[in-house]
Every structure is written in structure tokens, then in C-alpha cells.
């Protein structure tokens, strides 16, 4: 079965400093997507950024990076700039299952930021 | 722009009652789904559809009933409300399969009594 773990249920950051939170994950498939959902105290999900496996370069969308490790089943985010508005639990996500859209969630981690 | 609408955003129910969570979207999503969100647990997937008239079990499916007839809607129906079901819930939407971009719902928090 696949798995997403996230071992750091809290993190905490200055603002305006760099933080990385930590995802790994279990699976035999070759071909599969990660993602990090964001979840702000307003409880809405959002997307912040996707990376295809069998894209070796990693992705970025503005202040966040990933860092994807395949061989090690690794998928950490990089905040850059941490923003007062960066707040809000983190979801590491899984999908394998192309065409039922099924994502397996990692637990979370909750982070929050240092004015 | 709605995007993805839940009602209600809070409810609480007594033991074996039953109930609807609504979830409408404007988007012309094919792909639409129920997730409950537990503390220490993530979301967990209970149904989810592909299309109007398509309807699929997800990981906790147990006590839930879903119907989907018509693109827009995907209702998520509560037969006997138990303890354990008290939760949040979230409906997403998605509008091409093989993306894994779901557009949330705000929630709606379930409590049973």
C-alpha cells in the first residue's frame, strides 16, 4: 500500500528566513505525482505545487521549492522569504492512480511563522 | 467565481440520525470526491465519481452513501450517524483526470452526539 509520511507534526520559522518540511513516501510504482497542499486557518486546501516522477528537474513556483529524491522516496518543501501568510498546515500528497484521481495525504505538519 | 460549495459549514447530530453534506461546483468538473479530515490523520478519501452517474468506494466508505446526477453536484449522505463519524469533510473537484489538482471546499464540520 502506498504511504506518505510527514515526521515533523510542527515547524516554526522567522519570518523572512528559509524552512524545509520533510516528506517521504512508500511505493513500487515507477510513474506517479507529489504534491504540498496548503491548508490556511480558513480550512480551504490549496495547491501549492506538483512534481511529476519522472521529471528529474524539481519544480519551483515563486518562494516554493521542492526537493524530489526518487531513489529515496523523498519530497521536502522549501519556503523561501517566509511570509506571515505562509501559516497553515502543509499536506504532502501522493497519486498513482491516474484516472481516479485518488490522493493519499500524508498527516500534516502545522507551521507557523515568527514575526 | 464559486468553485466548490459545501453546506452546511456546521452541523451537529444526534446518534443514528441521518443527514445530506451538499457539494455543487461550477467549474464543469468531471472528477469530484469526498475526503474526511481527522486530527493526526490527514484526509482520507470515502467516495468519490468520475462523471455524472459514475460513483466509486475511496478508503473509509463505510456509513456513507454518495449519488452522482448531474455534473454540478455530488451529495454525501449519512445513513446512521455514528460518534466516529464526527469529523471535517471536504468535497474537491478536478477538472481533468491524471493531475491531482483538486479544487477544495471550504469544509463542513460534523459533529455526532
Known amino acids: 500500500a502506498q504511504t506518505v509520511t510527514q515526521s515533523q507534526p510542527e515547524m516554526s520559522v522567522q519570518e523572512a528566513e528559509t524552512v524545509t518540511l520533510s516528506c517521504t513516501y512508500d511505493?513500487?510504482?515507477?510513474?506517479?505525482?507529489l504534491f504540498w497542499y496548503k491548508q490556511p486557518p480558513s480550512r480551504q486546501m490549496i495547491l501549492v505545487i506538483r512534481q511529476e516522477a519522472y521529471k528529474q528537474q524539481n519544480a519551483t513556483e515563486n518562494r516554493f521549492s521542492v526537493n524530489f529524491q526518487k531513489a529515496a522516496k523523498s519530497f521536502s518543501l522549501k519556503i523561501s522569504d517566509s511570509q506571515l501568510g505562509d501559516a497553515a498546515m502543509y499536506f504532502c500528497a501522493y497519486l498513482w492512480d491516474f484516472g481516479n484521481e485518488k490522493l493519499t495525504f500524508g498527516t500534516g505538519t502545522r507551521l507557523t511563522i515568527i514575526p | 467565481n464559486a468553485g466548490v460549495t459545501q453546506t452546511p459549514k456546521f452541523q451537529v447530530l444526534k446518534t443514528g440520525q441521518s443527514m445530506t453534506l451538499q457539494c455543487a461546483q461550477d467549474?464543469?468538473?468531471?472528477?469530484m470526491s469526498w475526503y474526511r479530515q481527522d486530527p493526526g490523520m490527514g484526509l482520507r478519501l470515502i467516495h468519490y465519481s468520475v462523471g455524472a452517474g459514475i460513483t466509486d468506494q475511496g478508503e473509509v466508505p463505510n456509513g456513507y452513501n454518495v449519488s452522482r446526477s448531474t455534473t454540478e453536484d455530488f451529495p454525501l449522505r449519512l445513513l446512521s450517524a455514528a460518534p466516529s463519524q464526527t469529523s471535517v469533510y471536504f468535497c474537491?473537484?478536478?477538472?481533468?483526470?491524471?493531475?491531482?489538482?483538486?479544487?477544495f471546499g471550504e469544509g463542513s464540520r460534523l459533529t455526532v452526539l
Open positions: 511505493t513500487s510504482e515507477s510513474d506517479y505525482y
Open positions: 467549474m464543469n468538473h468531471e472528477y
Open positions: 474537491a473537484s478536478s477538472y481533468s483526470v491524471s493531475t491531482g489538482e483538486l479544487f
